[in-house]
């Protein structure tokens, strides 16, 4: 399985926000591979959104997904034999833009709450990796924490 994270943010990820997303990407390479990806520019992230098949849209909002949901929902898409997946992380300037279309209808794939709380794009991309790492050490049945 290979996740592409999309990080829409027009300003420099900061250091340790980087590290640490290449921490779990390393650490996510025993299970399946990833792509962490900033885009800087909006023609690029539409062009990429259009041509990804199988996306998933990040936002924030009420009934974030729990770790244990979430790694159901990655063990489902590994059995619907899904070569690749698309998460899309908009920047909080363009959020609103984005969450109107939950509720317009625009977007009919699936989206998912990581939490309640408004991140930055850049920290809601490491969350992401660190519940996808998370999701797959539960699937596994190997503990968490080491």
Known sequence: ??????????????AYLKDAADEYTKRLSRYCKTGYHYIKKEKI???????ASDRILILPGKGSVSSEAFSRKLESLEMEGKGSVS???PDPVHLREWCTCQTTGDYQGDIINLSDFT???SLTGVVLL????????IMHHHPYHK
């Open 45 to 51: 992230w539409e062009k990429t959104w259009n041509q």
């Open 130 to 137: 660190e519940q996808i790492y998370r999701g797959y050490r």
């Open 119 to 121: 991140m930055s794009s």
């Open 87 to 89: 998460f899309f992380i």
């Open 1 to 14: 399985m290979r996740y592409e994270v999309y990080i829409y943010n027009k300003a420099r990820p900061l």
